[in-house]
């Protein structure tokens, strides 16, 4: 079974920029994969903020995009804010089954 | 408004099993797949599987293979989840999550596995 695997924690300053990342044991990441990207505050569902790869729902805030980056997917957050501090959370599909990464905690500060 | 409502916690001796329900409202359930995620205390999402919820093909993942059953009652837009041989590992908040690209989650079910 794949691994799939995101930095356990980054910060990033209010205003700032930060990437995080979602790498998968098989190889490349690639569309194939449909990656999500889901985020989640203490004592809450997660929320789906990015879906196959790049794409937003209408609640998922501009200051969020998609990418394939590196070989990995990515999900970049321009201009932080403090709202957007909790744990970030990608899915791959791997032929129908799907695995999540071990989770991002992102610190605004 | 689109809903995924859940059922309570509920607390189980190491092995049995549990059965939680996922009811749907607001979209048409047979729409679309439902996932189930756990998350035990602490930890990661952690995927189940899937529940064609229109003609209920499922795959599961290979962590729960043998020992989780998704079915679903389409005239009550319900889907549950069922899981045998408890241990204490499996103590966590168990989602369902549907709709189109994952958009509705439900608010999560705790069950406890203890003695």
């Known amino acids: 079974q794949a691994v799939v695997t995101q930095e356990p924690s980054l910060t990033v300053s209010p205003g700032g920029t930060v990437t995080l990342t979602c790498d998968s044991s098989?190889?490349?990441?690639?569309?194939?994969?449909?990656p999500y990207w889901f985020q989640q505050k203490p004592g809450h569902a997660p929320r789906t903020l990015i879906y196959d790869t790049n794409n937003k729902h209408s609640w998922t805030p501009a200051r969020f995009s998609g990418s394939l980056l590196g070989g990995k997917a990515a999900l970049t957050l321009s201009g932080a804010q403090p709202e957007d501090e909790a744990e970030y959370y990608c899915?791959?599909?791997?032929?129908?089954?799907?695995?999540f990464g071990g989770g991002t905690k992102l610190t605004v500060l | 408004q689109v809903h995924l409502v859940q059922s309570g916690a509920e607390v189980k001796q190491p092995g049995a099993s549990v059965k939680v329900s996922c009811k749907a409202s607001g979209y048409s359930f047979t729409s679309y797949s439902l996932h189930w995620v756990r998350q035990a205390p602490g930890q990661r999402l952690e995927w189940m599987g899937w529940l064609d919820a229109g003609n209920s093909n499922t795959k599961y993942s290979q962590n729960f293979q043998g020992r989780v059953t998704f079915t679903r009652d389409t005239s009550a837009s319900t889907a549950y989840m069922e899981l045998g041989s408890l241990k204490s590992e499996d103590t966590a908040v168990y989602y369902c999550a549907s709709g189109g690209q994952l958009s509705i989650w439900g608010q999560g079910t705790l069950i406890i596995v203890s003695s």
């Open positions: 899915l791959l599909a791997y032929s129908g089954a799907r695995i």
């Open positions: 098989t190889g490349a990441v690639t569309s194939g994969h449909f």
